[in-house]
């Protein structure tokens, strides 16, 4: 994803995106079709590695598989312990945005680096648990913070509001950044995601657990929009 993509996500406006994390995963193509068919258009796909988190998802194969079939951006959040090892990887199966945990990680300013010289976007998560100072070094070197309102590892977890209060506290230090916000969003938590100031809201088992993908994705779109989005 490069710098006009990002822009164009960032002026686009607030916009939702599933995670596919609890979906069908024998059906994964047929659950992306109707995520799609759903009103989404950037798909979020959490790698884990049974290290960094105690829970193991899936890698490169699945990416590229999602990658052959589907031109929706792909939003890849690493919850794993050696990013660097698999970003090029990552970046060579089609990821058009790569999130690195801070807690992960011992130089994130490098990492960042590295990361954007592959030419994909580059965000950086942060769990409930860890000090948000942790980002300091490294805000002016990512694209995205994504503030994890629950600690990474599952999905269906309940909403940290301390996640609140960092979206906006980082909104009032830079309001270009693209803000991201995972983690037990919901039609209630939505908006006050947005009136801090998110710009893009990563919803897994709101939707997933649905039967109707469609209404499910209205009803936090409209939660969403209902909200007054913080000042940039
Ligand atoms: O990063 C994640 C967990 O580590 C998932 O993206 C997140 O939890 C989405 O699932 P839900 O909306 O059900 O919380
Ligand atoms: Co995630």
Known sequence: MNRAQLDSIRDAGPAILPSVLNCDFGNLMAEVDRLREAGTEILHLDVMDGHF????????????????????????????????????????????????????????????????????????????????????????????????????????????????????????RRPELLLEIDGGINTSTIGLAREAGCDLFVVGSAIISSDDYTAAVSDLTEAMMSANGGAR
């Open 53 to 172: 988190v105690p829970n193991l998802t899936f890698g490169m194969p699945i990416v590229e598989g999602l990658r052959r079939h589907t031109d929706m951006p792909l939003d890849v959040h690493l919850m794993i312990s050696d990013p660097l090892a698999y970003a090029k990887p990552m970046v060579d199966a089609g990821a058009d945005l790569l999130t690195f945990h801070v807690e992960a990680v011992k130089d994130p300013v490098d990492v960042a680096g590295k990361i954007s010289d592959l030419g994909v976007g580059v965000g950086v998560a942060i769990n409930p648990g860890t000090p948000l100072s942790d980002l300091d070094v490294c805000l002016d070197c990512v694209d995205m913070v994504l503030v994890m309102s629950v600690e990474a590892g599952f999905g269906g977890q309940s909403f940290n509001p301390v996640a609140i209060d960092r979206i906006r506290e980082l909104r009032s």
